[in-house]
């Protein structure tokens, strides 16, 4: 369930920063729902592949090349998905950064209390 309710919320930030920024279009709700399918497929198969490929320049840059490695998985969302554009890589580094941000802000909303 809560499955179910992180990519609900995943597709509501894709919508919403697709609105937001010029540089990303989107064509609906049901592109957005895709995008957010396809974007959770390749954080968990491609993301791993490309973080262990890039170790070396990720250390040499202190971390700072893992924006450009989230940018790549969201413009290969770009391709996979038809309603979906992202214009260049800096928007999809800005798009990935932000929809990093609402995504960790939106799924506090799912976590429950630990109380003792």
């Given at each position: 369930m809560k499955m179910i309710l992180k990519l609900l919320l995943t597709a509501l930030a894709v919508f919403v920063l697709a609105h937001i920024l010029p540089g990303v279009s989107l064509d609906g709700y049901t592109s957005a729902l895709i995008v957010a399918v396809v974007l959770g497929i390749l954080r968990l198969i491609v993301k791993p592949i490309l973080v262990?490929?890039?170790l070396p320049i990720t250390i040499l840059t202190l971390g700072l090349f893992l924006l450009f490695i989230n940018a790549f998985i969201i413009l290969m969302a770009d391709y996979f998905v038809d309603g979906f554009a992202v214009k260049n890589i800096w928007y999809g580094i800005l798009f990935s950064v932000l929809l990093s941000?609402?995504?960790?802000?939106l799924y506090?909303?799912?976590?429950?209390?630990k109380r003792s």
């Open positions: 262990i490929l890039t941000i609402f995504q960790s802000i506090t909303c799912l976590k429950s209390d």
